[in-house]
């Protein structure tokens, strides 16, 4: 049947026939370090809690990689004071020859011996996220950075749930859900469940749990974590040091000791220490949109 306009006739392609998923390259895994990914819905503080994390897994003594998966390439300025180029912009200045770039170029040391890289990721509206993780744990292959360390930590864009920005799920052991006591954040939390099982068809990675974050109570967290297995694994409260640290461009392990900051450094601190001797999997049974549409928030 012709077409009812002058547009042109495309060819009949099979299901699912140009979409992008990106695979795993074998030859492209982190073998020796612990590796989390911290995912979570837009501005629930995923950027805070992961450059903490790794300050506490540092404190811990242990030799951390935190890699900022967002094209704002703001993951991990609280630890450098800055915000560092990302891997495509260092590889688009050597017309991307990445024999030509050297480990200061994309490597920034923070705060306490965290190393820092921000992968960023295409300009708007083209290309895919999983090609910019790819290029990036390549990049820290070929310069053996991954042999020298024991955490590695993806800080990972909003809740995006496509198959370019999940991709750092298939290098990860736990990935992590950063959650408030809300709506939005619980429903965007039951959608990164069913992207994290997707993937834990073929790849290591499980739910390792939820952080509640920037939340007075937990008990909407909770009461989701009962209905559906998933592991509340620590609480950070909402204080206003919190929003400081960011202005002040500093982690909360710098923000003095008064007795509510030196809780919550060591509610990271306990967070840290539990992760690395490590955290099983439970079977987690997210909800179908409307059902939890129904289970959450009160008469």
């Avoid at 915000?83 to 912009?89: E, N």
């Avoid at 090609?131 to 020298?148: A, F, N, R, S």
Wanted: charged share 25%.
């Amino acid at each position: 049947m012709a077409p009812l306009d002058n547009s042109p006739v495309l060819p009949k392609r099979a299901d699912g026939e140009g979409s992008v998923q990106v695979k795993l390259d074998p030859n492209v895994q982190i073998d020796s370090a612990k590796v989390f990914a911290v995912y979570g819905k837009g501005g629930i503080g995923k950027s805070t809690t992961s450059s903490n994390l790794s300050v506490a897994f540092s404190k811990l003594g242990k030799r951390v990689l935190q890699i900022g998966c967002d094209p704002k390439h703001d993951s991990t300025f609280t630890l450098t004071k800055a915000l560092c180029p990302t891997v495509i912009d260092v590889l688009e200045s050597v017309d991307f020859h990445p024999e030509e770039l050297r480990v200061e170029d994309f490597v920034f040391e923070g705060y306490n011996g965290v190393q820092c890289v921000e992968a960023g990721g295409p300009p708007a509206g083209t290309g895919c996220g999983g090609y910019v993780v790819g290029q990036t744990v390549k990049l820290l292959k070929e310069h053996h950075l991954l042999e020298d360390t024991d955490v590695v930590i993806f800080d990972v864009l909003g809740d995006v749930v496509c198959g370019g920005f999940a991709s750092p799920l298939q290098h990860a052991e736990r990935a992590l859900i950063v959650a408030a006591n809300d709506f939005d954040s619980i429903f965007a939390m039951n959608r990164i469940i069913c992207a994290i099982q997707a993937k834990a068809k073929n790849y290591e990675v499980r739910v390792g749990g939820v952080i509640a974050n920037r939340s007075a109570a937990t008990d909407e967290i909770d009461r989701f974590a009962e209905a559906t297995g998933i592991r509340r694994l620590a609480h950070l409260p909402d204080l206003d040091a919190i929003r400081r640290s960011r202005l002040k461009k500093a982690t909360l392990f710098e923000m003095g000791d008064s007795a509510e900051i030196v809780a919550v450094q060591n509610e990271y601190l306990r967070l840290a220490d539990m992760l690395w001797q490590g955290v099983e999997p439970t079977p987690v049974m997210p909800m179908k949109d409307r059902d939890l549409f129904d289970f959450l928030g009160y008469e």
